[in-house]
């Protein structure tokens, strides 16, 4: 019990519901209200209807439980592995913020950690997702969140690094409370400096305040209890210096992260060194090596992230071992085996139903019997149930029993979004013998209980017209079988940068042909300008060992000066036409890696251009590289932040300059000590590890001024030199600095046009980025299967990262390289020769080049390896000859019926 981090885990893969043991946690600490009296203490918060002690399987709470707080006292037995390569991700621990108890956390109910937040307003939490007070049950009017709380700190049992994560996830949770209360909550954020440097998170930042989020630039350092009445005051100074004491009703502390006992008890096992803060200890071009061979690491064991970065270096961890073990590859593998499809073609439909509860996250918003009991009337249907959840583990085996007892033929699954989840229940009905196309996906988690919560009535009914409309298209689908495609085992990669010659390096160690593809006339991109990581590590001499590697490996085949002219074909099976020096040569590949960069803004402001006493951050790290700084004409710096960065125009955070700048004024400071340094900022983002060059910076000398972004800042030059003017947030004052060399940190940009966007058919966002397939889940794919993106292509990010999203690259190429075949997509366009007249209308119509014109013939073919299943042909053909097998228009519109029934 006393090892429980009230994580709720245990309570949500428990596949019969009868843990709560977050509730436990919470009850031992404040004794607030337990939803099932069993659950104190933890030992009790497994009942009688365990299926562990019934039948002496599952233990799911015990085996998912971070923090190894749940144990059925099995005697231990010992296990030895034998493995070629080793990878740990023992994850972190969560500041307790009763260790350093300055603002009362173990005194009020009220005052409550950013997990414990997400947990009450998770469906499955202790007040079953109503946001409620814990102390008195009763709606919060208003709630503040607290940064840095257990980060950035240098108190004992502290962390004096930034967790990186602690801002977004408060702005998170500050919107969605603001929509459980239909944004009649005042929500405040105090915070030192907001740190939302992801892609897009800036973007979600701005749309915090635009639905009245407020952001309070504040060090709290105590919180106070208003008497008996339960709620909690915070004394602040605001930006005019006025001291105010506000209450409010919940106060949110965002902790943030540590390393676990756990994990540094297996890094003591492994021989591992471990860094200053005891995170394992990597570098910057081998970002998931430990120190011993062998051994790799990933997540936040190694530094403080988020999910996509987490999700990047699994992949990257991944792809290290392939490499190592790339003479293995083939051997002890376990291929699962599924029953033989049964033929049900020509028999007539019999349907089942299954409707999930999805804890309380569906069933807590709509009547789910009722949906159940409309759902037996339907016709064809001959088996209907509810589940607690649907997806999990014996649920899923029940549904299969289910199919072969009732001898099933048809199955829909009313439940979340198939665009997570259908995949899971598709093999559901392969394990029962039935082709995975004859089942149907009804959402009715996030298009009725979520966006009809206060609709009770109107979401059931929605429902049920979605269960009517699923029933019937399933009533009418056809078996479908996904096309084999024989894998080219050997990859193409555009953009020859740091990324890119990482991902090229690494498939080519795995034993994979490797086209690299560079439009200038050397590699490097832009680590030829970069001077030094973060950590010190000499950026120019490392990428002349990876450059030397790549071009002594027989299987990269390098083309500089080369440009992308033409992209046909489709996983497997790519044809790529490329020019160089004005002849075109076709690279035939069955993947491809985009890594094609991005640049340096050349701002069109602040005298740069004008003033050779003007320079761009990358230019500074030539005159580093070149060692032609002239020091003697130097007694004084300014760096000025977010040049071209978070303003209208590009409305995202470039995430490597202010600890560029850092670094930059610490080698100025290194070089001529007696320097006088600033740097002018709105928000001071050196996130994660990177806070310890912060604070050397300020240790040193370095002048930080955070400035009064509405007010401008202006810069100029007289006679007597340049003059850079701003007001101080601090002084509240105009300021008046005369450098004799100003530093602009200006953005990293994506081209303004992207062909390689257009020729491979993947999307970019409103800043030219591109878009990976899902932004936690798949932050390397794209939605075109066998095309992945790495590097600056990507987002803005530093060498490290970089990196690892390049190994990240590899490794999701490789899961398709390694096999002889894959499975292409059943659900493509179809044209019906009969019908065909030849107009060429879907020829036109198809971005994916997947249509074929037989003049001999008069009629257009689809070449369903290269389509995508769009749809746009079926669209622009007046015939109706162009169809969608799944989604024809008998399909459709029985669906389309069926919603007016």
């Known amino acids: 019990m006393d090892k429980c981090i009230a994580c709720g885990i245990c309570a949500e893969k428990c596949p019969k519901k009868v843990t709560n043991a977050f509730d436990a946690g919470l009850a031992k600490r404040k004794s607030i209200y337990v939803k099932y009296e069993q659950a104190v203490p933890l030992k009790y918060a497994i009942d009688e209807n365990c299926i562990y002690f019934k039948k002496g399987k599952c233990k799911a709470c015990e085996k998912f439980c971070p923090a190894d707080a749940i144990n059925f006292e099995d005697q231990p037995k010992e296990l030895t592995i034998n493995a070629g390569a080793v990878l740990i991700a023992p994850g972190c621990s969560v500041y307790d913020p009763g260790t350093y108890d300055t603002y009362g956390y173990k005194k009020s109910p009220n005052i409550v950690t950013g997990l414990e937040f997400e947990r009450i307003l998770a469906a499955t939490g202790p007040f079953s997702g109503h946001l409620v007070r814990p102390s008195d049950h009763k709606e919060p009017q208003k709630i503040a969140w607290i940064q840095c709380v257990g980060s950035r700190d240098m108190h004992p049992g502290s962390q004096p690094y930034c967790s990186a994560v602690c801002c977004t996830y408060s702005i998170k949770e500050a919107i969605i409370a603001k929509e459980h209360q239909k944004g009649e909550l005042d929500t405040t954020i105090f915070y030192i400096d907001m740190r939302t440097l992801g892609k897009d998170f800036e973007r979600y930042y701005n749309r915090a305040k635009e639905v009245g989020v407020r952001f309070v630039k504040s060090k709290i350092s105590t919180i106070h209890p208003d008497g008996d009445s339960g709620n909690l005051l915070i004394s602040y100074t605001d930006e005019t210096g006025r001291r105010i004491e506000e209450a409010f009703d919940i106060v949110v502390l965002s902790v943030g992260f540590g390393v676990s006992k756990e994990a540094l008890g297996l890094a003591q096992k492994l021989g591992i060194e471990l860094d200053q803060y005891q995170h394992a200890l990597t570098s910057s071009f081998e970002p998931v090596q430990t120190s011993k061979p062998g051994i790799f690491v990933c997540g936040t064991f190694e530094s403080p992230k988020d999910i996509p970065q987490s999700v990047i270096e699994s992949s990257a961890s991944a792809a290290v071992v392939e490499s190592m073990l790339a003479e293995s590859r083939g051997s002890m593998i376990r291929t699962k085996s599924t029953p033989k499809e049964l033929d049900v073609r020509g028999e007539h439909p019999r349907i089942g139903v299954f409707v999930c509860r999805c804890g309380t996250n569906i069933a807590g918003f709509l009547e789910v019997p009722d949906v159940v009991e409309y759902a037996k009337t339907l016709p064809n249907v001959v088996f209907v149930e509810d589940n607690l959840f649907s997806c999990s583990q014996d649920t899923q085996e029940q549904i299969t029993q289910v199919i072969k007892e009732q001898k099933l033929n048809r199955v829909v699954v009313a439940a979340c979004t198939p665009r997570t989840h259908e995949p899971l229940f598709q093999e559901t009905v392969l394990n029962a013998g039935i082709n995975k196309y004859l089942f149907e996906m009804a959402n009715i988690r996030n298009q009725c209980s979520w966006v009809h919560s206060n609709e009770k009535d109107a979401a059931t009914e929605k429902a049920i017209d979605l ?56 590699l490097g991109g832009q680590a030829v300008n970069l001077y030094e990581t973060w950590q010190g590590e000499d950026v120019q001499q490392n990428l002349t060992r990876l450059i030397s590697d790549i071009e002594s490996d027989q299987n990269i085949n390098i083309l500089t000066n080369t440009q992308v002219k033409k992209v046909g074909g489709f996983v497997g099976n790519f044809q790529t036409t490329v020019e160089n020096a004005g002849k075109e040569q076709v690279i035939e590949h069955g993947v491809a890696i985009i890594a094609t960069g991005a640049v340096e803004l050349k701002p069109d402001e602040y005298l740069y251009g004008e003033d050779p006493r003007v320079l761009t951050a990358l230019e500074l790290d030539r005159k580093f590289i070149d060692n032609s700084l002239p020091l003697n004409e130097t007694d004084s710096a300014v760096f000025i932040q977010c040049v071209g960065s978070r303003i209208k125009e590009r409305p995202y955070c470039s995430k490597v300059c202010c600890t560029h700048s850092v670094k ?44 009064d972004f509405d007010k401008g800042l202006t810069v100029s030059k007289d006679q007597n030199g340049l003059n850079v003017r701003c007001t101080s947030y601090v002084l509240q004052r105009e300021i008046e600095i005369k450098p004799d060399m100003l530093v602009l940190a200006t953005a990293i940009v994506a081209p303004q046009e992207n062909p390689i966007a ?28 066998g095309v992945f993106v790495c590097g600056l292509a990507h987002a803005p990010k530093p060498v490290d990262e970089a990196v690892a999203q390049g190994l990240g690259a590899a490794s999701r190429a490789a899961t398709l390289l390694s096999k002889d075949k894959v499975l292409g997509n059943a659900i493509v366009s179809d044209i019906n020769a009969q019908f065909c007249r030849g107009c060429r209308q879907c020829l036109e119509a198809c971005p994916y080049q997947a249509i074929d014109f037989h003049e001999d013939r008069i009629l257009c073919e689809v070449n369903q390896a290269m389509c995508t299943g769009c749809g746009s042909c079926a669209v622009a053909c007046p015939t109706g000859a162009a169809s969608i097998f799944h989604f024809d ?13």
């Open 467 to 522: 269960v009517r409309m699923a029933v019937s298209k399933v009533s009418l689908l056809q078996p479908l079988a996904d096309p084999e495609i024989i894998m080219n085992q050997s990859a193409l990669v555009v953009g020859g940068g740091l990324s890119g010659i990482t991902a090229a390096r690494n498939l080519a160690q795995q034993g994979y042909l490797t086209h690299l593809i560079e439009k200038n006339d050397a």
């Open 664 to 707: 930059s004024a610490l080698k100025l400071k290194e070089s001529k000590p007696e320097m006088d340094v600033f740097i002018i900022y709105r928000d001071m983002r050196t996130y994660g590890l990177r806070e310890e060059l912060y604070r050397e910076a300020r240790a040193k000398g370095v002048v930080f001024i955070r400035y």
């Open 758 to 785: 257009q020729l491979f058919k993947v999307p970019v966002n409103e800043d030219g980025f591109f878009v990976e397939a899902h932004v936690k889940l798949q932050p390397i794919d794209f939605a075109t299967k």
């Open 889 to 901: 228009d008998q399909q459709v519109l029985t669906m389309v019926e069926a919603a007016f029934n």
